[in-house]
């Protein structure tokens, strides 16, 4: 059974960085995007970042330059590194690993205050 555990949310001002960490148990093969997604209270869920087997990275034009995706294997742990973060960042942070199927994690509230 695959489980994505996320943490490192939290409230930061503006400007502040936090790093969200999403941490695989389970094995998991055929990964084919590896990612972070976030859902702001009446917004669909929206990509931030991934990792892909064909495209590498790609990052939401909102983030580009302030966030960085970034994944350890031997600790089957993917990160986020959230720097310059700014009030429209407020939201629920999802992990993704999709393969055949895909597995979210629970989320982790990021609120950024002005």
């Known amino acids: 059974q695959v489980q994505l555990v996320e943490s490192g949310g939290g409230l930061v001002q503006a400007g502040g960085s936090l790093r969200l960490s999403c941490a695989a148990s389970g094995s998991i093969f055929g990964i084919k995007t590896m990612g972070w997604y976030r859902q702001a209270p009446g917004k669909q869920r929206e990509l931030v970042a991934a990792i892909t087997r064909t495209i590498g990275t790609n990052y939401a034009d909102s983030v580009k330059g302030r966030f960085t995706i970034s994944r350890d294997n031997a600790k089957n742990t993917m990160y986020l590194q959230m720097n310059s973060l700014k009030p429209e960042d407020t939201a629920v942070y999802y992990c993704?690993?999709?393969?055949?199927?895909?597995?979210w994690g629970q989320g982790t509230q990021v609120t950024v205050s002005s």
């Open positions: 993704l690993i999709a393969t055949m199927r895909d597995y």
